[in-house]
């Protein structure tokens, strides 16, 4: 993998997550990876190391029963520290099972090193969701 600008890897994880995939692979972490989801039930709050990164990632879009349509709203804000970005978007999708929509509110801050995802927190709008699965 070639080195990658943190809007590159936000761009790369959008990819993956409308292709039906995990938004993170491991080739677009950093070993020491550390991803916090601060309004996450208190087990999925903190996830540390690129193995269990991948495997949180993978658990949770298998358990997930959406079709993610597509990001909306995009703005990307670029820092004093050129390795961090953060990133505010809206992410549509489906319930394959029942045609439901929702459309939830993200904010990301993404801090790369050495191209790859150092650190992901992100805060989302869990209720949208829930509503949608409910």
Known sequence: MSEQSPRDLFARFQRNALAGRPGFDA??????????????????RRTEGRDNVVAMTRAGREAL????????????HETADPEVIIAEYRLTATVPRTGTRARGAFVVVLRAANGRIAHWREYQDTAAFAAALA
């Open 27 to 44: 080739e677009m972490l950093a070993p020491d990876v550390v991803v916090e989801q601060p309004f996450a039930p208190p087990a999925n």
């Open 65 to 76: 029963p959406v079709v993610f349509e597509g990001f909306s709203e995009v703005e990307i």
